[in-house]
T-cell receptor, first 115, second 113 residues
Framework: EPEVTQTPSHQVTQMGQEVILRCVPI?????FYWYRQILGQKVEFLVS????????KSEIFDDQFSVERPDGSNFTLKIRSTKLEDSAMYFC?????????????FGSGTRLTVV | QKEVEQNSGPLSVPEGAIASLNCTYS??????FFWYRQYSGKSPELIMF??SNGDKEDGRFTAQLNKASQYVSLLIRDSQPSDSATYLC?????????????WGAGTKLIIKP
């Protein structure tokens, strides 16, 4: 079964450092998303990406965040200057027809720890 | 503020019984409703989606939607210990967005052998 792949599975970084979280969505999917989940809290929407541009973003997705699809397969989330409160699980997801289809397929997540 | 509410639990159900999980949502214009299962430390996994009022069955799972009451539920028949997980309700506010989901905090389900 096709899956969304995320790397690394765990990233530890010092406060103020830049991190790049990587995702390989399912190959025929057109919509890509980043979500995060702080330990014990709700899943929170960060950003959606379609047709090589951001289609929606939340209040969390401020100037410190950016997304890129540098080639035909990868989808990355960059946090420019990490803060302690950025520590969370970050999930990449993809879908073939947006939410009008069948929901998302999530990757296994990257646990980001900012120290 | 669009909200999705779930009882956090834990909900404890004996093995073989029916587990009933409930979710309410605030945005009356919501169109798509999803149930995800999340094991501890893992990513959410889609269990069911439902768009129309009524019941939708898939194996041991039944999703129920009542748009008038803004209520969606998930029934798990013949509960197994492997069903022990947190169940997340997610709602698409399609009138505002084609892309993002609004999530409940999840209900922790424990199936006791």
């Amino acid at each position: 079964e096709p899956e969304v792949t995320q790397t690394p599975s765990h990233q530890v970084t010092q406060m103020g450092q830049e991190v790049i979280l990587r995702c390989v969505p399912i190959s025929n999917h057109l919509y890509f998303y980043w979500y995060r989940q702080i330990l014990g809290q709700k899943v929170e929407f960060l950003v959606s990406f379609y047709n090589n541009e951001i289609s929606e973003k939340s209040e969390i997705f401020d100037d410190q965040f950016s997304v890129e699809r540098p080639d035909g397969s990868n989808f990355t989330l960059k946090i420019r200057s990490t803060k302690l409160e950025d520590s969370a699980m970050y999930f990449c997801a993809s879908s073939d027809e947006g939410l009008r289809s069948y929901g998302y397929t999530f990757g296994s997540g990257t646990r980001l720890t900012v120290v | 503020q669009k909200e999705v509410e779930q009882n956090s639990g834990p909900l404890s159900v004996p093995e073989g019984a029916i587990a009933s999980l409930n979710c309410t949502y605030s945005d009356r214009g919501s169109q798509s409703f999803f149930w995800y299962r999340q094991y501890s430390g893992k990513s959410p996994e889609l269990i069911m989606f439902i768009y129309s009022n009524g019941d939708k069955e898939d194996g041991r799972f039944t999703a129920q939607l009542n748009k008038a009451s803004q209520y969606v539920s998930l029934l798990i028949r013949d509960s197994q210990p492997s069903d022990s997980a947190t169940y997340l309700c997610a709602v698409s506010p399609v009138m505002d967005s084609n892309y993002q989901l609004i999530w409940g905090a999840g209900t922790k389900l424990i199936i006791k052998p």
